[in-house]
């Protein structure tokens, strides 16, 4: 059975910084995408970014880039977001969620190719 465990999130201020992971296992596959999403109440699941398990290609919201970094660890069950300069738009729900196969990277991907999800962790952002 497929898992995935979200970890990471808290209440920061405009400004700091969370490490979210996302620990995958009972993953028999070894060419896969992991992406994180987020979710406020009311809106749609939107992909921040994605990291493909084999090459290492990643994609960023346009939103994101230059603050968030995704990473996967060298045995490839850990996938972090590292979040800087975090602002209060970025409060949301985040989601890690996995695909058996490659991601495309030039295009934010929709929620419904994804097979497998985590159950979320919370980023609350505000002074």
């Known amino acids: 059975e497929v898992q995935l465990v979200e970890s990471g999130g808290g209440s920061v201020q405009p400004g700091g910084s969370l490490n979210l992971s996302c620990v995958a296992s009972?993953?028999?596959?070894?060419?896969?995408?992991v992406a994180w999403f987020r979710q406020d109440p009311g809106k749609e699941r939107e992909a921040v970014a994605l990291i493909n398990s084999r090459r290492g290609s990643t994609y960023y919201a346009d939103s994101v880039k230059g603050r968030f970094t995704i990473s996967q660890d060298s045995a490839k069950e850990r996938v972090s977001l590292l979040m800087n300069m975090l602002q209060p738009e970025d409060t949301a729900m985040y989601y890690c969620?996995?695909?058996?196969?490659?991601?495309?990277?030039?295009?934010?991907?929709?929620?419904?190719?994804?097979?497998?999800w985590g159950q979320g962790t919370q980023v609350a952002v505000s002074s």
């Open positions: 009972g993953f028999p596959y070894s060419e896969y995408c």
């Open positions: 969620a996995a695909r058996v196969a490659n991601c495309a990277t030039i295009y934010q991907p929709p929620a419904s190719i994804f097979s497998y």
